[in-house]
């Protein structure tokens, strides 16, 4: 098992099974999905990633109806940090949301016809990325205030709480599984 999808895929089976190292019984979902079939993961990882953007969309699309509402008090740059350091650290702390780029290099020998296929799937990530959580950064700020956004463990669950009613539940379960999506994305590029 070691030698099938090394330590980092022992670490998430671990984070996933809440077991240790040596428990024989130390079996996850996701692993066996990537260690058997690039198809299956690659079908998984779509599928989480559908449901990603399409929660981020809802998002968006809120928040564009409360912009026509007029909901625009909490967009200001009163108290904004002026200090370019502090700034350089936020792009910094950011890449985290756009790494993707990073593992498109891993399975390099998954992609068809990779040397058109690459540059173009890390162009086209980065701009869509870019483009949708900026977005998602616009809405948030239509219902919620600096200190809030800043405040919160996660900021989607308290919008949803707020403007989405009965319906509430489906962020965090999307955020469940946008989380379920990105361990299996780095177990596909990782185990490579």
């Known amino acids: 098992m070691n030698s099938r999808f090394g330590l980092c895929g022992q670490r998430i089976v671990v984070l996933i099974t809440n077991r240790t190292y040596d428990d024989p019984s130390n079996k996850g979902l996701l692993t066996f999905v990537n260690c058997w079939d690039v198809k299956w993961a690659t079908r998984v990882q779509d ?24 909901k625009v008090e909490y967009f200001n740059f009163d108290n904004s940090e002026t200090d370019i350091t502090k700034i350089a650290l936020s792009f910094y702390s950011g890449l985290f949301a ?41 809405a948030f700020h239509t219902t919620l205030s600096i200190q809030e956004v800043m405040g919160a463990e996660a900021v989607a669950v308290i919008y949803a709480d707020r403007l989405f009613g009965n319906f509430a539940w489906v962020v965090p379960v999307m955020v469940a599984l946008s989380t379920f999506g990105g361990v299996n994305g780095i177990l596909f590029t990782s185990s490579r």
């Open 47 to 70: 599928l989480f990633t559908y449901g990603k953007v399409t929660a981020l969309i809802i998002i968006i699309v809120t928040g564009f109806v409360e912009l026509g509402r007029g």
């Open 98 to 138: 756009y790494n993707g780029w990073n593992y498109l290099n891993f399975v390099i020998e998954e992609l068809k016809d990779p040397h058109k296929n690459l540059p173009r799937a890390i162009f086209i990530s980065c701009i869509l990325c870019t483009v949708i959580y900026t977005l998602t950064i616009v």
